[in-house]
Nanobody, 124 residues
Framework: QVQMVESGGGLVQAGGSLNLSCAVS????????MGWFRQAPGKEREFVAD????????EYTDSVKGRFTISKDNAEKTLFLQMNSLKPEDTAVYYC?????????????????WGQGTQVTVSS
């Protein structure tokens, strides 16, 4: 299994921006995709975005389209989530994760590697 460590979370005002990073160690197979999920207290873990490692094909949940951008640096083995126009409802712990092709991007049960999470808090 690959190991993943998130960073870049913090406190930001509504309308502000944060850039999350996920450092990946271990062997990354080109057939894998990397994604971001978030979980607020008392809520289920929610899909945010993912990207295929080999081809860079992206997918986003509707609530973040136009505001968040997922990207990667293959050479540095790092995954990013640029978050703009943040809203209080974006407040959650954000996790990076990896899945093989064939797993459903929006279903967390299909991901087999997870980071520890980084807290994002958006104040009004």
């Amino acid at each position: 299994q690959v190991q993943m460590v998130e960073s870049g979370g913090g406190l930001v005002q509504a309308g502000g921006s944060l850039n999350l990073s996920c450092a990946v160690s271990g062997r990354i197979f080109t057939e894998y995709a990397m994604g971001w999920f978030r979980q607020a207290p008392g809520k289920e873990r929610e899909f945010v975005a993912d990207i295929t490692w080999g081809g860079g094909i992206t997918e986003y949940t509707d609530s973040v389209k136009g505001r968040f951008t997922i990207s990667k640096d293959n050479a540095e083995k790092t995954l990013f989530l640029q978050m703009n126009s943040l809203k209080p409802e974006d407040t959650a712990v954000y996790y990076c994760a990896a899945r093989p092709f064939g797993a459903i991007a929006r279903d967390p049960r299909g991901y087999d590697s997870w980071g520890q999470g980084t807290q994002v808090t958006v104040s009004s």
